[in-house]
């Protein structure tokens, strides 16, 4: 699924300084929702985007929605962002590309649902919500773990 959405999305998007190496599956517990099995997949996915760098706390967010109009009823995440050909003057992705990355997405979920039906996950009760539709907005996410790290190098005048 991974594949599919990056190489028919975000890969030209994103600069040669991005790439994917690996993904994580993880097997969750179904009494006790906790991890008991991880898979590794290396990938070689890396960008073909000719456009600079930006900052690397900016990502694009893919929302998941379901039926349910609450915020049980969405997840997101977050993928790295393009390069910067991709964002306006004012510093907002590119609308077509948030259409782009939208759609392939949604296209790789179906293909994946051959297989496995996306669903979001509640810890707290374990239960699972199909997801209805996927969402990418025009304004950049902000992904804060990145900075936590980055080591924070002081200048003294």
């Given at each position: 699924m991974?594949?599919?959405?990056?190489?028919?999305?975000?890969?030209?998007?994103?600069?040669?300084h991005?790439?994917?190496s690996?993904?994580?599956?993880?097997?969750l517990?179904?009494?006790t929702f906790?991890?008991?099995?991880?898979s590794?997949s290396?990938?070689?996915?890396?960008?073909?985007g000719?456009?600079?760098?930006?900052?690397?706390t900016?990502?694009?967010?893919?929302?998941k929605l379901t039926?349910l109009?609450?915020?049980?009823?969405?997840?997101r995440?977050?993928?790295?962002?393009?390069?910067d050909?991709?964002?306006?003057?004012g510093g907002?992705l590119v609308?077509a590309?948030?259409?782009?990355?939208?759609t392939?997405?949604?296209?790789?979920?179906?293909?994946?649902?051959?297989?496995?039906?996306?669903?979001?996950?509640?810890r707290?009760d374990?239960?699972?919500?199909?997801?209805?539709?996927?969402?990418?907005g025009?304004?950049?996410?902000q992904?804060?773990?990145?900075i936590n790290?980055v080591?924070?190098t002081?200048?003294?005048?």
């Amino acid at each position: 699924m991974v594949t599919a959405f990056v190489t028919t999305s975000l890969q030209a998007m994103w600069n040669t300084h991005t790439q994917i190496s690996e993904v994580f599956t993880d097997q969750l517990d179904p009494l006790t929702f906790k991890n008991v099995a991880q898979s590794q997949s290396a990938l070689a996915i890396v960008g073909t985007g000719t456009g600079g760098s930006v900052s690397p706390t900016n990502c694009i967010v893919v929302s998941k929605l379901t039926a349910l109009p609450q915020k049980k009823g969405r997840g997101r995440m977050f993928w790295p962002s393009p390069d910067d050909t991709h964002y306006t003057t004012g510093g907002l992705l590119v609308q077509a590309d948030c259409a782009t990355v939208a759609t392939a997405f949604k296209n790789a979920a179906t293909s994946f649902s051959a297989s496995a039906t996306p669903v979001l996950f509640h810890r707290p009760d374990g239960t699972t919500i199909d997801i209805a539709n996927y969402k990418v907005g025009d304004k950049p996410g902000q992904q804060r773990r990145r900075i936590n790290k980055v080591v924070n190098t002081y200048s003294i005048a």
